[in-house]
């Protein structure tokens, strides 16, 4: 077997919060979303580049709370996009690790965690 890539799953519980956030706020785009009928719970992808993650409402297939690691190129460049769009929710910082990584943490709406880290 030779693993290739991994899509992480996370739930969600406002369809416009979550495009808010992840859309608006740190710039990935809807690749699609899918329900199975009218009124139905949302499963959709967002993406950035080569990052993929699905975001769902669906309450079987994930709980909120979880937490991914994403790596980028350049941590001053994310922290400086993100605070110029001025979300009244989340203001986060550059932490420096023990183990050779810079850090931006941020959580979303639904208490799920995302920290972009790059080498250092």
Known sequence: MK??????????????????????????????????EENMPLYMQVSNGNC???????????????????????????????????YKYARPGIETTPWQTRELTVGDPFSNRIVFFEEK
């Open 3 to 36: 693993c290739k890539n991994i899509t992480p799953i996370f739930r969600i519980f406002d369809e416009k919060k979550a495009k808010e956030f992840y859309v608006d706020y740190l710039g990935f785009v809807v690749d699609w979303e899918h329900r199975f």
């Open 52 to 86: 993929k993650i699905h975001l769902s409402e669906h309450h079987g297939d994930c709980s909120p709370g979880a937490a991914i690691r994403i790596a980028i190129e350049n941590v001053e460049d994310l922290h400086t996009m993100l605070h110029s769009k001025e």
